[in-house]
């Protein structure tokens, strides 16, 4: 995917996507959904999270927290690198799933 050169993301080296990029479920979608801070919008993109083979390592290059990210990352809707609750509507079986067991906004459980 190839991502706009931004603050909290940098574009991977000679415009090509970064492997991981590449492999990424939300390769296809519009930078403006991927990079959503509304949960409504950022949906297709929490879908594609839902069967992303490289989910864990997205939010382990991205960094949302350190890099203070707006989007989705991880399979998690992030606001200035703090994760976003998301309506279990808006969410796939799958991650609403583990959505529940995450801590939510401000601390506590989501549930």
């Known amino acids: 995917?190839?991502?706009?050169?931004?603050s909290t993301c940098p574009p991977p080296d000679a415009?090509?996507?970064?492997?991981?990029?590449?492999?990424?479920?939300c390769a296809?979608?519009?930078p403006r959904i991927v990079f959503s801070k509304k949960p409504k919008e950022a949906a297709p993109a929490l879908r594609?999270?839902?069967?992303?083979r490289v989910r864990r390592a997205c939010e382990e290059i991205v960094a949302p927290v350190e890099n203070r990210?707006?989007?989705v990352c991880g399979g998690r809707l992030w606001?200035?690198?703090?994760?976003?609750a998301v309506p279990d509507h808006?969410?796939?079986?799958?991650?609403?799933?583990?959505?529940?067991?995450?801590p939510a906004p401000g601390g506590g459980v989501r549930g």
């Open 48 to 52: 594609a999270c839902a069967v992303c």
């Open 90 to 102: 808006l969410l796939p079986p799958a991650l609403a799933a583990i959505a529940a067991h995450l």
């Open 28 to 30: 296809g979608l519009p």
């Open 69 to 71: 990210f707006d989007g």
């Open 15 to 25: 415009g090509r996507p970064a492997g991981w990029q590449s492999a990424a479920a």
């Open 1 to 6: 995917m190839s991502m706009p050169a931004t």
């Open 79 to 84: 606001r200035s690198g703090r994760p976003v």
